[in-house]
């Protein structure tokens, strides 16, 4: 026990420290309630700011359907409504909605998965008037090891991973490459019902124009 108090203490500590040099912060609360033994609703708040703790940028509200076929793939409906803020003020609002499906395997100890998901994005401006849509299709591919786990299922994973985002319908001119995230995360699992992640990005957007992001997620199991 006091182990795992240890290593929880640590990437508390880590977290704090890291997330100083980032750019952009992520707080997400995952809470997930089982319908059935496939099925999954997932509720994500979402808050994200800059540099750790100042001016908030986006607040969001994430819902989820997860459908676990086997244990190798599953797949996801979602839907999210976006307040962009800027300056204090509610500036523009964006009506997401997408669906996914991922794929996992093992290789020797490492756990590989690859995602695919189509996003459709709608945007408004504050007079509510329809100003653009896209559809956007994106890539992920990950590995992970566990790097610490204990007879009562409580562990900690690394994983690596690298997501491709492209443009590829709307109704205005748009770019087809839209960004690219390279980065890692841990994830700890203290029991059946509580974990914590902590991640980091690196996001390209194009010459001269990237950042530094920090992710933390909490996550309930109903």
Not at 126 to 149: A, G, P
Not at 183 to 202: M, Q
Request: aromatic share 20%; with cysteine; proline share 0%.
């Amino acid at each position: 026990m006091k182990k795992n108090n240890l290593i929880f203490l640590c990437l508390m500590l880590a977290n704090v420290a890291l997330s100083q040099i980032f750019e952009e912060s992520r707080y997400q609360l995952m809470i997930n309630y089982k319908l059935k033994e496939k099925n999954t609703i997932s509720f994500q708040p979402e808050m994200r700011v800059q540099n750790f703790t100042q001016n908030t940028t986006i607040t969001l509200w994430r819902l989820l359907y997860i459908r676990q076929w086997n244990e190798k793939v599953h797949s996801h409906l979602g839907t999210d409504w976006f307040n962009n803020w800027y300056n204090n003020d509610i500036t523009g609002y964006e009506l997401r909605a997408h669906i996914e499906t991922g794929l996992k395997d093992k290789y020797g100890q490492l756990t590989y998965f690859n995602r695919y998901r189509l996003d459709y994005r709608n945007y408004y401006t504050n007079e509510w008037e329809y100003k653009k849509s896209v559809f956007r299709f994106r890539y992920m591919i990950n590995w992970s090891r566990d790097l610490y786990h204990n007879e009562n299922g409580q562990k900690l994973t690394l994983f690596l991973a690298n997501e491709i985002f492209l443009n590829v319908g709307g109704t205005s001119k748009f770019n087809i490459y839209d960004q690219n995230r390279l980065g890692g995360y841990l994830v700890y699992k203290l029991s059946n019902h509580v974990s914590i992640r902590s991640t980091y990005w690196w996001e390209y957007r194009g010459k001269k124009n990237y950042n530094y992001q920090w992710w933390i997620q909490f996550g309930y199991n109903i």
